[in-house]
């Protein structure tokens, strides 16, 4: 099934259940109002919103209505957790060789993986707003999963048990303020503002076989100001599937319900695919033994980032944003 | 007044007023249910709540019953936005010279900082549960604050007004787990378990004089295995006051209600007053020219952490829990 939030202006806004090709919604009301509320209670909540998911699908209910994208906050609009793993070895690769460094060794056995904010998640066709463009405005078209609860030690096979929707993520990152943060170690976070999020999170099933290990074969696309950036294969360039992500947390503790873990950027090692962040391109540049001729964005600019299937549908709808001065 | 949150085996418990000297309680039902929703509308629900505390404070409610922490969960059981700052400089300076580091000359305009996991918060009697005690076991003992709605930019003196709530929490580290971590840039996950909060939390009001200017004046007891370890004044080494730990995560986003913004390790450059974690007695005997011979916790170990005021009352309740292996 298909699911989504419209803005209802509460801080968690109303959930409703979508149609496979994104033509039409129903309010999920009777069942649950809010997604969270959907994750916490799974076992009990999602079969009737299954039920309801088929009859619309079938064109069976009657109060359905035409579905606005522009009318979505993120599946999540906040979250009790997002973390962000690094599961594309060619992005790290190309951003650490740019910098002069190398991946390690041991980067599939212990993958760069950080905690972001959750407690404001954008919706799909949210502005961006930053103070200053000279921070290094840049996107990130990544996956991610919502898990259900995970127990501490879970292996990679059952933490894939554990999810219950996929989502296609905006992660806008300040690449002018990474290297001052990395310095002090503890991580991103003037450097990561909020998160933004396709219409629709989708379950695995949605996928057929397209979802397969843990990795969704899906192309992302991603447009900078209505030109192609980048057409990228999610499975591919994958180096650690979702499962393995989700472990790397569970290591020391448990999740619960309604985790987000992200994939990091989407990334093929093929140059001819373009890129998921404007990073990548200017690593690209660098390592060609001249300057990052490429920019990062200005004010006024605009991206887009969709996932299609084999068949060219898309899964989620599209993330378009405009990056936007403070109001 | 003084909210907390007892276990009725949901995600979120039950809330409940609780009188200042922490004898009685009262369930807010008739306001409110859970914590986050009155964090998400204090303006139209902490008046009831403080006209509730009142009347239980004064002996004048009918249902009033004995209040236990042991029944508390976290006064948040989930929040939607854990962020640690390291505002005292003497916690900084004993970690660091022991790793051979300096502190940065710049670290009270830039402080460290660090995004934590907040969908699994700790009750004040939860056990810890970790796998290998040979992961280097440590308490920390901090002072943390709630906020409410926090617009991006927002300086320090604006950002104590938004200042909902007061807490106290043993942030939970793995100290083995952390130089690994470090090395990779990205901050601390593994290393960083879920933190535990003691029973109660306190809005500003509640400390009186002692809530100067962003700091509490407050003495943090810290106990290990019964001993006597730490008797830390909570103001005297707070380099940077909660307004500017607000301000620092703030520069490139909004929060949203119900975030919590921690101190970091209390401490105090005093040596007789003892430590808020192990950490800094173990890099005092370094720094002494020998070797750490304190040791971190074994499974079996008990901290307790506890914040008394100038009259020696206890304000938000003890924290004591015990180190155990996974069940």
């Avoid at 009990?44 to 064109?59: F, H, I, K, V």
């Avoid at 933004?196 to 397209?210: N, Q, R, S």
Wanted: aromatic residues 8%.
């Amino acid at each position: 099934m298909k699911l989504a939030t419209y803005r209802d202006g509460s801080r968690d806004g109303q959930l409703l259940v979508v149609t496979r090709d994104l033509s039409q919604g129903h309010f999920a009301a009777g069942v649950a109002t809010r997604l969270q509320q959907v994750l916490d209670d799974w076992n009990y909540l999602s079969p009737q919103l299954e039920e309801l998911s088929l009859r619309l699908n079938q064109g069976k209910v009657r109060h359905a209505f035409a579905f606005e994208p522009a009318r979505c906050m993120a599946p999540l609009p906040r979250a009790f957790q997002w973390v962000d793993g690094s599961a594309y070895v060619s992005h790290m690769e190309r951003l650490r060789r740019a910098r002069g460094e190398a991946v390690p060794a041991d980067v599939l056995d212990d993958p760069p993986m950080y905690q972001g904010g959750s407690d404001d998640l954008l919706g799909p066709r949210d502005d961006a707003h930053f103070a200053d463009a000279a921070w290094g405005i840049d996107f990130e078209a990544e996956l991610a999963v919502v898990t259900g609860d995970v127990a501490f030690g879970t292996g990679p096979e059952a933490a894939l048990d554990a999810v219950r929707l996929l989502l296609l993520a905006n992660d806008w990152s300040l690449r002018h303020l990474v290297p001052t943060e990395l310095a002090k170690h503890f991580g991103f976070l003037q450097s990561k503002p909020a998160t933004a999020f396709a219409p629709v999170a989708v379950t695995p099933d949605e996928l057929g076989a397209a979802w397969q290990g843990g990795r969704a074969a899906l192309t992302v696309e991603v447009d900078w100001n209505g030109r192609r950036f980048g057409r990228l294969n999610a499975a591919s360039g994958m180096s650690l599937h979702f499962g393995r992500l989700i472990t790397h947390v569970a290591r020391t503790r448990r999740l619960r319900a309604g985790s987000i873990v992200g994939s990091g950027t989407v990334s093929q090692p093929e140059d001819d695919a373009g890129f998921g962040c404007i990073a990548e391109k200017r690593a690209l540049e660098l390592a060609a033994g001249g300057e990052a001729t490429t920019g990062y964005m200005a004010f006024g600019d605009r991206v887009r980032i969709e996932a299609r299937d084999a068949a060219g549908a898309s899964v989620f709808g599209a993330i378009e944003q405009q990056v936007q001065p403070w109001p």
